[in-house]
């Protein structure tokens, strides 16, 4: 180990697959000191990646917008994806794993009993802003005060009433008492409130397997564009990068869809996208930030058109919105009740006009995520998939057909979400 200027900074040689001479920064982690990489993009990614922490979550990394993330760093409330390794270097840095077990579950049952979840994804950075504002405030604490804090903090599901009624009950240290549900009509504390509410229970991107492997998806840097050439030679020369997949390596079925099969699970050479979501190759290396690099490297030759953004002038269209979609027409729905044209000119005063309303976006906070476990050999191989989706019958279907295998060689778990509100129905990566 060579030591440099910096008395916070050292260098050290690892071994080849990590990097060799690799800089690290020192801080103090849960009370005991601890060397981590300066290679990580945040300290986020340092907690969960390198010291397997899973209770600061990561909503929106690194624009530090959700509060999910949310750690104490010497003793105040900071987001940690937008904290940089530098900056992390020398400090005092507490997650809630760090936390007097009896002070978490005190916050566990505060927070469970006063109904201050649902989802739980957003649940321990909120409980850790709870603990600096009580470290710092004690029984004084208001709930006006602590709702100007909270602001930092986004929270889909619960409208924050019940965040500040558990915020004030630990203040003023008048938990209430933890009742378990008693049968149909009783009234208690939400299924795994406890443990959602202090992280310990895992959503899909807290779970690792044995030589786990990530992937990342390198998607379409056009809404409408035919597809000329996709070259991953740069990406599969990176050390560590374990292979690299396009539509060409789909085995069966290309497309996936609850109502029907109109989402092109990636787009190929010589086909056209329809959106900047469309996914037009998938990297599989050994590190999450490896295969996003990776990803990256990928160099796409698009021949672009005009995106068809419209919906009426779609619906009007003889070309397809949707890259080899039949028609632009889902389905057309007919409602009549009664003689509505007596109806119509019986009444004193007729309207016609055409409505348009708002695009209301799901906004859950926990991003997509799938875990694919393999066992087996050859045609007797399975695969069981843990899956953050909304329909898992429907998931285990599709993925199957993708694959070209039978249903029963897939086994889908669903992992509840970090919310959804219908935003996960449909399949996002369980495919990839």
Known sequence: ??????????????????????????????????????????????????????????????????????????????????TSMDKAAGSDIVTLEGVDQAEVDRMADAFAACGALQCGFCTPGIVMRTKALIDKNG?????????RHLGAHLCRCTGYIKVLDAVEALAHDEVPVVVQPGGVGSRGIKYEGRELSVGTRDFIDDMAVPGMLHGALHLSDHARADIVSIDTTAARALSGVVDVFTAADIPAARRVGLIHKDWPIMIPEGGRTSYLGDVLAVVVAKTRELARTAAALIDVNYEVHTPMVDPVR????????????????????????????????????????????????????????????????????????????????????????????????????????????GGKEDMSNQAH
Request: proline share 4%; hydrophobic share 35%; charged share 25%.
């Open 139 to 147: 029984s004084s604490l208001t709930r006006e005060q602590a709702s």
């Open 1 to 82: 180990m060579t030591e440099t200027a910096d008395p916070t900074v050292t260098t050290v040689t690892t071994d080849a697959a990590d990097g060799d001479g690799a800089a690290q920064v020192e801080f103090t982690l849960n009370g005991a000191p601890v060397l981590a990489s300066t290679e990580h993009p945040h300290l986020l990614a340092a907690l969960r990646d390198e010291f397997d922490l899973t209770s600061p979550k990561d909503g929106c990394s690194p624009s530090g917008q959700c509060g999910c993330c949310t750690v104490l760093i010497d003793g105040k409330a900071r987001v940690s994806c937008q």
């Open 314 to 421: 779609v619906i009007e269209s003889d070309e397809p919105a949707v890259w080899e979609l039949d028609g632009n027409i889902l389905s057309t729905s007919t409602y009549s009740r009664g003689d509505v044209d007596a109806a119509l000119a019986e009444s004193r005063f007729t309207v016609e006009e055409t409505f348009q309303t708002q695009r209301i976006e799901h906004a859950f906070l926990e991003p997509e995520s799938t875990l694919a476990v393999p066992s087996g050999d050859g045609d007797e191989r399975t695969l069981y998939v843990y899956s953050g989706g909304q329909g898992i019958w429907d998931d285990r279907n599709d993925i199957a057909a993708m694959l070209g295998v039978d249903q029963q060689r897939i086994t889908t778990e669903l992992v509840s979400n970090g919310g959804a509100f």
